[in-house]
């Protein structure tokens, strides 16, 4: 199953999510400091127009802002695109084709320097929305440096060692060669996405139920997405380390990267969401692919281990899809792997056209943001890829 199959299929899911966090099933605030005049629903605007602020310190386009090449502010180090050969213009071009559709911030890294930046649809700099699935890496960030402390031993230390209670149960005997590997890389055996899952989530015990769950697959068998698997992860951080993933995430990666303006949900046992349902704003989106990029080194600390940033953004399992690019399309550990015509990639994914993109042998990162399909009359979401191929790397060109 392919990354646009899985996004396909989660519209029911996110739907649902949404629809409990609406009705206040979640714990949406933990761990915030947020900005009280933060737009989290920039929904309301349906033509492309360009959102800017006029402190935001970064020339959205280089022809008014031809003084200086680069310049710094308190993230980012700043600059014009020609100067890392980047053409404005077709970048410009290329991205009215985008007008028609949801979406809603594009920020371009290239060589460690920020060089594009753009906001639609009443989106900000400033705005915090849900990253959807895109959660997914950040969990797999957490584990990784809880490996790197010595709080988990490696990626393939039994899940039943965190739940000996429920592995006494018969019915869960069927999981017990399950692995962290098996959680990381989606091949845990567990159903595609279930309704019920979520319904436990909120209202129940979402651990129980999955680990009471028959498998679809043997662990190890089959690339099977499934957002159990990320969930099971963030439970495990808590039980390794004590924390819980948000104040575990404070401590040792979004205090060091400046993230304060965030939420994650939790579930109905108090747990934040493995999966989904982190809450930040377009920039910070963007420290976190600039940190993978520079092998998990930020301002000369190293904030997870180079080991962790190549083990886990390398290919692990296909994901049964022969139609793209350079044939290096699969999945890491909660990391998409793949490739345009002429370059490989890797990145964050989330519903609704969220995304999280490093290109390595470029040196650049991407994030890009959309409004989701159910929350706009537009209904057309921009993938990643088509971001790559028709707006950026003709750029480069």
Not at 114 to 130: A, G, H, M
Not at 136 to 158: H, P, V
Request: hydrophobic letters at 35%; glycine letters at 4%.
């Amino acid at each position: 199953m392919n990354l646009k199959n899985c996004l396909k299929l989660a519209v029911l899911f996110c739907i649902l999510i949404t629809t409990f966090v609406a009705c206040g099933h979640t714990n949406a605030n933990a761990n915030t400091n947020t900005n009280t005049n933060t737009n989290t629903n920039a929904t309301t605007n349906t033509n492309l127009k360009t959102t800017t602020s006029k402190n935001n310190g970064v020339s959205l386009i280089s022809k008014n802002n031809t003084s200086s090449a680069s310049k710094k502010n308190n993230e980012f180090d700043i600059a014009i695109p020609e100067s890392v050969g980047l053409d404005p213009k077709i970048l410009n071009s290329k991205l009215e084709s985008y007008k028609d559709t949801n979406l809603s911030s594009l920020l371009i890294v290239k060589d460690n320097k920020l060089v594009f930046e753009r906001y639609f649809r009443n989106n900000t700099k400033d705005s915090i929305n849900t990253i959807y699935s895109a959660t997914k890496s950040f969990t797999s960030a957490l584990i990784g440096i809880a490996i790197d402390n010595g709080y988990i031993e490696n990626t393939d230390i039994k899940v039943s060692t965190y739940f000996p209670d429920y592995f006494k149960d018969q019915k869960v005997q069927n999981k017990k060669d399950l692995t962290l590997k098996h959680l990381l890389t989606m091949t845990s055996g567990f159903v595609e996405n279930d309704p019920e899952f979520i319904r436990s989530l909120f209202y129940s015990n979402a651990i129980k139920y999955t680990l009471e769950l028959p498998l679809k697959y043997k662990p190890g068998e089959k690339f099977q997405y499934s957002s159990q698997s990320s969930h099971l992860l963030s439970v495990i951080l808590r039980i390794a380390t004590g924390d819980k993933a948000d104040t575990f995430a404070k401590k040792h990666l979004f205090n060091e990267l400046g993230i304060t303006n965030y939420r994650w949900a939790t579930d109905a046992l108090g747990d934040n969401t493995g999966a989904f349902e982190l809450y930040l704003n377009s920039r910070d989106m963007l420290k976190f692919g600039m940190l993978y990029l520079q092998e998990g080194n930020w301002k000369e600390k190293q904030l997870i281990s180079k080991s962790w940033i190549e083990e886990s953004t390398t290919k692990k399992v296909d994901t049964n899809d022969d139609s793209i690019g350079k044939d290096n399309h699969g999945y890491a550990y909660q990391w998409w792997i793949d490739s345009t015509d002429d370059y490989d990639y890797f990145t964050a994914a989330g519903y609704g056209g969220q995304f999280i993109c490093v290109v390595k042998e470029l040196n650049l990162v991407v994030v890009a943001t959309s409004i989701p399909p159910e929350r706009s009359s537009i209904k057309s979401t921009p993938e990643i890829k088509n971001i790559l191929n028709e707006v950026i790397i003709p750029a480069l060109k």
